[in-house]
């Protein structure tokens, strides 16, 4: 009789939009992927060693564990969500059973028009929109520039969606936020936008370089990427919304220098 054991390593990242804890949040549904890269390995025959005390018990003997299969899973699970596994004993391979995606495939071509590091963040946000905002917030991310897809992903990301589905809040404001970015790039001379990668890579990615006068010398500084989209690219607040009307100082922040 064969006898078997399957070693589940879990990491949990945890993090808080608007100060809550984002595992917490009900309306989140589950996105799970099977990364291709790790491709099935039951033909490899590892020998794994067990000391003969593990966690304060004495085995009678070693026993040498076979490596069967690996599977690597990528997830967001909710609270109260699962994601289930079944051990084949015919193949001796591990199979991840699929969740039924509720995105629609226009709010999943934006997420893929969008940087890798930027997916899992857009998936959290739009899970949490009515379906006729996500479509909203889709269409502005596929319409976006090439150049401006990253800026304009970043707020959709990380503007919370309280804000997103406000009446006061105008959705071009993520497209005219990012295009005048690029408009006061051009017109500042200490200041320039670099992007790394080109749109479409999945690193791709921007930041901005400063030049400065240092004991009389022009010298550049490099603002590191999270700084740039996160004080630089996020938009401000005006009476806890951003906006881009006559309530702030008559005239859109973004458009003086």
Not at 133 to 162: F, G, K, M, N, R
């Amino acid at each position: 009789m064969k006898s078997f054991a399957v070693i589940l390593s879990l990491f949990i990242i945890s993090g808080s939009v608007e100060g809550r804890d984002i595992t917490t949040l009900e309306e989140r549904e589950m996105r799970c992927v099977r990364d291709e890269s790790v491709a099935p390995s039951f033909m490899k025959r590892e020998v794994i060693s067990i000391p003969r005390v593990m966690l304060g018990y004495e085995l009678k003997d070693t026993i040498d564990w076979v490596y069967m299969d690996s599977l690597f899973i990528h997830c967001v699970i909710p609270s109260g969500e699962r994601v289930i596994f079944s051990f084949d004993t015919e193949t001796d391979t591990i199979e991840f059973i699929e969740v039924v995606e509720s995105l629609s495939d226009l709010v999943q071509n934006a997420i893929d028009r969008s940087p890798l590091w930027l997916r899992d963040d857009l998936v959290d946000n739009f899970r949490r929109l009515p379906s006729d905002y996500q479509d909203t917030y889709a269409d502005i991310i596929l319409d976006a520039p090439d150049a401006w897809v990253d800026e304009v992903a970043y707020q959709v990301a990380h503007v919370s969606p309280e804000i997103l589905v406000d009446t006061s809040f105008n959705p071009e404001l993520v497209t005219v936020n990012a295009q005048y970015l690029y408009k006061n790039d051009s017109l500042l001379h200490y200041a320039d936008i670099i992007d790394y990668g080109s749109p479409g890579d999945d690193d791709y990615y921007s930041t901005v370089r400063y030049k400065a006068l240092e004991d009389g010398d022009t010298v550049e500084y490099e603002l590191p990427p999270e700084y740039y989209y996160m004080y630089i690219v996020h938009p401000e607040l005006s009476d806890e919304s951003p906006r881009m009307d006559s309530y702030v100082y008559n005239r859109f922040w973004r458009d003086y220098l």
